[in-house]
């Protein structure tokens, strides 16, 4: 049976988990991509780890934050006098905004606090700290 080379094409079969080290799975998806084999151009190296495999194999891989979307960085989490948000008087938590630096560039943040005196925001990547599960299964293999 043929075996996934290095610049194959592979198409695989995946079903993704996001897990959040506090709270368990936080979102889940399934689907099918084609991905070339060895290019590091996919998340967590899902590529790479498909070199080798044979059609109708399957494997479970565990990707942690630093292979993933990075860890968290807590200096990215900020507080503002409530004052700040005058625009935003229905401003609830979860919300998505986009605020700018003192340096005049536009930051995306969610905020993750909203009280009548501050707010707390996060700039960090919303899936940055989480880690991923992904269960493939190879489906074909197509040579470049």
Do not use: H
Not at 88 to 96: A, E, M, Q, R
């Amino acid at each position: 049976m043929k075996k996934v080379k290095k610049g194959d094409i592979a198409i695989i079969e995946y079903e993704a988990a996001v897990i959040d080290a506090e709270l368990g799975e936080v979102a889940r998806e399934r689907g099918e991509m084609r991905l070339r084999a060895g290019d590091c151009g996919a998340i967590g190296g899902i590529d790479r780890e498909m070199i080798g495999m044979e059609i109708g194999e399957r494997k479970n891989l565990e990707i942690p934050p630093d292979k993933a979307f990075g860890p968290r960085d807590p200096e990215l989490v900020m507080q503002f006098p409530r004052s700040c948000f005058e625009r935003y008087p229905d401003l609830k938590t979860g919300s998505l905004l986009r605020l700018f630096s003192k340096k005049g560039s536009e930051i995306e943040v969610i905020t993750r606090e909203v009280n009548p005196e501050t707010v707390i925001v996060d700039a960090n990547y919303p899936l940055a700290g989480m880690s991923l599960r992904f269960d493939i299964r190879l489906m074909a293999v197509e040579s470049p």
